[in-house]
Structure formats: C-alpha cells, structure tokens
C-alpha cells in the first residue's frame, strides 16, 4: 500500500464496503458484472481524493464515505462505458466487462451505476455538490465524444488533446476534491485551491497514461500495450512525434492514426522514442504536477496535505 493509500486506509476499507452494499439488485446481472468490475480494485484514486481532501479540511463526520462511494460508482460506470465504446478486451489484469458478459449488458449495468451514484446524491442532500457532479458528469461525456470524433485524425493538435483530457480525466479529479471541500465547509480559497490540485493532478495522470501506452510494461499496467494506436487515438506523444518528423517517418505516424492498427507497433515506439515525444510528454506531465503541490499552500499542513503532495508525486513517477 502506498503512502497516500495508508493515509485513509481506514475510510477506504468503509467505502469499500459501502460500495459492496450498494451494488444490491434484484437483478442478478447487475451485481455479477457491478461485482466483477468493482473487485477487480484499481487505484481507488479518486475516492481517495475526496478521503484526503476532507481530512485535510479537518472534516469531522462521516458523510465523505457516501461522497467517495458516489466518485467512484461515477468512474466505474464511465469505465464500463468506455471499454465498449473502445472495444478493449484487457483492464486491471484481466478480460474487461464487456469481453466476459458482452457490450450490451455492461452498458446498462453502467446506467444502473450511474442512476445509483445519483440515488445517493440525493440522500446526501447537498444541492451544490449535486450540481458539481451532475455538470462533471455531463463534461466527461462530452470528452468521450469528443474523443471519439478525434479517433482516426492526424489533424488533432495538442491544445484538442489538452481540452479531451480535461473532459474525460481531470474533470472527475476537480470534483471529487471540490465536492470534498464543500462538504469540509471550506472556505472559497480552499475550495478554489482543492479544484486546482484536482486538475492538475488529472491532467498529470492522464499524460503519463498515455505515455505508458508506449513505454510501459503490460504486466503492470493490466492492459494491452499499443491501445491507443491499435484505435487511431492522437495522444499526445503520437502529436508531438507527428510535428518532429518528416518525410516516410512522419508518413507512417499519420497512416497509424488513420488507419489504427498494431502492424507498426515497434517501429512507431521507437519513432516517438527517438523524437522526444515521451520526454516532452513526461515534462509536461510534470509541469502540471508542480501545479497540484502549489495549490496545496492554500490548504492545512497536517498529515494529509503531506499525502496529497506525496500522490501528486506519484502522479508522474509511475509505472502503472
């Protein structure tokens, strides 16, 4: 366990179990695949944030608990989604929802997570926090489609990627911090320095995501290597290798992002390789955690703003 895991194991185990809870159907389905997704565990990032956040804030009841079950029944709906609309076969280590129990069931289970994480907003009974996540909710799906539209198009410049990962990644980061700083009835600086950290931090995370599609190891990661070139996805190091070649070299980087594909997997690897992309990827990755830690000056220094920065940290220094 990392250190900023171990800062709120106790909470985390207590959302672990509430999200358990809350996977009750009367549809046997919905729980095998809300189970199946759910244990195969994952980072827990995000309900994390708002576990930190609200201890950072000095928040004295219990109610962040409910907060992180609804962050992270968000994301995993998003995830179910997003694995369909991505026809990928591979997450956390094992064969993805829709590989195992087909496209159509795991769209709808994704619904009935959706639906729930709103059913318990409601009992909450936070109206601004509700309209946080019901405005988060509606970005992230503008992003995915948004990246769909991308798919397949050399043309994507890197202010069209920076927008997309906003949507999609750091959006969900911003509110589980800001929903976190609203329920600490934090002041309006802390509220505004929690959403900063929240987004650069999101945004760090999904550059070296995308960088680890191209240099990490599957083992690790839990999925397949080459994703986003196997879809035709311009992440961010295919753009900027895409701006730094020429000729056949530059020719093959297009025809990868317009045809998708994994013919050309190593010679594309070792073209963004060799042109820096991974390098400049990783700087900006870092740029943007540097920003994250600034925003921590606004907020408490106890033991979990240590935690919050040592994440931060792991943010860009990752393998997985």
């Known amino acids: 366990m990392l250190p900023f895991q171990e800062a709120v194991a106790s909470d985390l185990s207590a959302v672990n179990d509430l999200i358990i809870g809350q996977l009750h159907s009367e ?12 244990d195969a565990g994952g980072k827990r990032l995000r309900p994390i944030l708002v576990l930190l956040t609200a201890a950072c804030l ?16 968000i994301h995993t709906a ?6 369909v609309v991505d026809v990928s076969d591979l997450r956390r280590g094992r064969p993805t929802a829709n590989a195992k129990f087909g496209n159509a069931p795991s769209v709808l289970v994704g619904d ?38 991308n798919v397949r198009n050399p043309e994507v410049t890197e202010a069209d990627y920076m927008k997309v ?26 509220r505004q320095a929690a959403w900063r950290y929240g987004h650069h931090l999101g945004l760090a995370f999904q550059l070296i995501d995308d960088l680890l599609d191209y240099e990490g190891d599957q083992t690790a990661l ?9 879809e035709g996805k311009p992440t961010l190091p295919l753009i900027i290798a895409l701006a730094n070649t020429q000729g056949d070299d530059k020719a093959l980087i297009q025809n990868a992002i317009t045809q998708g594909g994994l013919e050309h997997l190593q010679e594309i690897v070792t073209l963004v390789q060799r042109c820096g ?8 990755a870092q740029e943007h ?15 979990w703003h240590q935690a919050m920065l040592e994440l931060a940290q792991f943010s860009v220094t990752r393998q997985y």
């Open 27 to 38: 549809v046997g389905l919905v729980e095998n695949i809300g189970h199946y997704i759910v």
């Open 58 to 73: 000095d928040y004295p009841h219990r109610r962040h608990i409910e907060l992180a079950t609804i962050i992270e029944f």
């Open 78 to 83: 998003t995830l179910l989604h997003d694995d």
């Open 112 to 149: 009935f997570l959706y639906s729930r994480a709103f059913q318990m907003l409601v009992r909450l009974g936070s109206m601004e926090i509700m309209a946080i996540l019901s405005d988060t909710t509606n970005v992230i799906s503008e992003g995915e489609v948004q990246q769909l539209v």
């Open 165 to 190: 990962i906003h949507k999609k990644t750091a959006a969900l980061f911003e509110a589980a911090c800001t929903t976190a700083a609203v329920l600490a009835g934090a002041t309006e600086a802390q």
């Open 222 to 230: 839990g999925k397949n290597i080459g994703d986003d070139l196997a």
């Open 277 to 284: 992309a991974l390098e400049y990827t990783r700087r900006k």
């Open 289 to 303: 955690a540097d920003q994250a830690i600034a925003a921590l000056a606004e907020l408490p220094v106890n033991s």
